[in-house]
């Protein structure tokens, strides 16, 4: 059975912040690329994934998946770095 500990959710609430920053920096920088090029081939009359999906799989991966990875691999790295909380 998975049990909570403290290093698991620090290094995984990190990573969420992380995530949440990424997913911002993502939308303010990326987004109006990937819509010119879906309304370019749109135009064309090509295929392509519309945006709004590429940016709800960054989404989730950053929001869901980054955290669950921080809370897996948070005790190897605090065992790793030394680091104890005081909690």
Known sequence: MLGLNTQG???GGIFLLFGL?????????????????????QQSGETSV???TIMNLVLVVNVL???????????????????RPAL
Do not use: E, S
């Not at 997913?23 to 303010?28: D, G, L, M, S, Y």
């Not at 998946?65 to 680091?83: D, E, K, R, S």
């Open 9 to 11: 959710l620090i290094v």
């Open 50 to 52: 519309h945006p709004d």
């Open 65 to 83: 998946v980054l955290p669950l990875i921080g809370y897996a691999v948070g005790p190897a790295l605090a065992a790793a770095t030394g680091f």
């Open 21 to 41: 920053f990424d997913t911002w920096v993502i939308r303010r920088v990326v987004y109006d690329r990937i819509w010119n090029v879906y309304q370019d081939r």
